[in-house]
Nanobody, 122 residues
Framework: VQLQACGGGLVQAGGSLRLSCAASGRIFSNSAVGWFRQGPGKERDFVVANRWSGAFTRYADSVKGRFTISRDNAKNTVYLQMNSLKPEDTAVYYC????????????????WGQGTQVTVSS
């Protein structure tokens, strides 16, 4: 599985961005896809994850109500819509896939994209 994340950029607080994660290779409806982020000087944190089918969605409390995960099955692409962005959302965002594990532990995900930078100015 190869993942290509893109869509990051510089946005003012309160603004929106949509990240994309295009997957190639064998993805199953039960595969888990997660978004994680790593801010400057911080550990990588969980953002959201669900099954490729869209089932069992779980959001981190810090993004609940502001971020939404969605997908385009025809394009084998998962999106992260980020609204009401805050400076503390500044981070490199990664998408990840695992064929078994679904959860918030990043070390359990086998496949990773290269990351895309999101910077939110105040």
């Amino acid at each position: 599985v190869q993942l290509q994340a893109c869509g990051g950029g510089l946005v003012q607080a309160g603004g929106s961005l949509r990240l994309s994660c295009a997957a190639s290779g064998r993805i199953f409806s039960n595969s888990a896809v997660g978004w994680f982020r790593q801010g400057p000087g911080k550990e990588r944190d969980f953002v959201v994850a669900n099954r490729w089918s869209g089932a069992f969605t779980r959001y981190a409390d810090s993004v609940k109500g502001r971020f939404t995960i969605s997908r385009d099955n025809a394009k084998n692409t998962v999106y992260l819509q980020m609204n009401s962005l805050k400076p503390e959302d500044t981070a490199v965002y990664y998408c990840a896939v695992d064929h078994v594990y679904l959860g918030s532990n990043d070390y359990r995900y086998r496949y990773w994209g290269q990351g895309t930078q999101v910077t939110v100015s105040s």
